[in-house]
């Protein structure tokens, strides 16, 4: 089971948490807030008006340098989006590992 009331996700978290929900059905989207993506991954540049259109229930989890802004800004995405699950990843792009890849 996926706890999705919490604020942060660890990028190990992360992938382990993506690849359960996605086998559910749940889409999972890595959602860039700096314009500077994480090789090796799929992620997608922060607009509101195109998030929206995601599926109901989708989750969100929000990156930027260090983790900390994206955290600070949780209730705001939340606002934003009620209908989908906003996480901030701790840590952030700075501490991304490429060898935790899938």
């Known amino acids: 089971m996926v706890d999705l009331t919490v604020d942060e996700w660890t990028q190990k978290e992360y992938l382990h948490n993506k690849q359960l929900l996605e086998a559910q059905g749940v889409k999972v989207v890595l959602v860039d807030?700096?314009?500077?993506?994480?090789e090796g991954t799929q992620t997608v540049t922060y607009s509101p008006p195109l998030l929206k259109q995601e599926p109901e229930g989708s989750v969100f989890v929000f990156y930027c340098d260090t983790g900390k802004s994206s955290?600070?800004?949780?209730?705001?995405?939340?606002?934003k989006?009620?209908?989908?699950?906003?996480?901030s990843l701790k840590g952030g792009?700075?501490?991304?590992?490429k060898y935790l890849q899938q």
């Open 33 to 38: 807030t700096i314009l500077n993506s994480i």
């Open 71 to 79: 955290r600070e800004r949780l209730a705001e995405f939340r606002a």
């Open 81 to 87: 989006f009620p209908g989908h699950v906003c996480i």
């Open 93 to 97: 792009r700075g501490y991304w590992r």
